[in-house]
Nanobody
Framework: QVQLVESGGGLVQAGGSLRLSCAAS????????MGWFRQAPGKEREFVACISWSGGTTEYVESVKGRFTISRDNAKNTVYLQMNSLKPEDTDVYYC???????????????????WGQGTQVTVSS
């Protein structure tokens, strides 16, 4: 069982920055692909970014490319999402997710992920 705990959310003005962290309680963190998703009330969960088990491959939804950066520190069992130039439309609950793999690129599909955090609220004011 993998437990994921997000932190770093909050209220920020448009144009500002936040860094989300997701700490994983698992011995073999480096065997998991990690992703960030977001969801607004009444809407489907949306892919934001993902990173391979090694950190060598990353993918982003088009709307955050050039503004968000996903990274991981396998020694600290933590994945990060650096969010810059935030926009009001980035307001959502952000979820960290993980699935076990050491092959292939990380997945953009929420259904592929086996473990999910509880979410952290990000609110961007205009």
């Amino acid at each position: 069982q993998v437990q994921l705990v997000e932190s770093g959310g909050g209220l920020v003005q448009a144009g500002g920055s936040l860094r989300l962290s997701c700490a994983a309680s698992v011995r073999t963190f480096s065997s998991y692909a990690m992703g960030w998703f977001r969801q607004a009330p009444g809407k489907e969960r949306e892919f934001v970014a993902c990173i391979s088990w090694s950190g060598g491959t990353t993918e982003y939804v088009e709307s955050v490319k050039g503004r968000f950066t996903i990274s991981r520190d396998n020694a600290k069992n933590t994945v990060y999402l650096q969010m810059n130039s935030l926009k009001p439309e980035d307001t959502d609950v952000y979820y960290c997710a993980a699935y076990f793999t050491r092959f292939g690129p990380p997945s953009r599909r929420a259904s592929r992920y086996e473990y999910w955090g509880q979410g952290t609220q990000v609110t961007v004011s205009s």
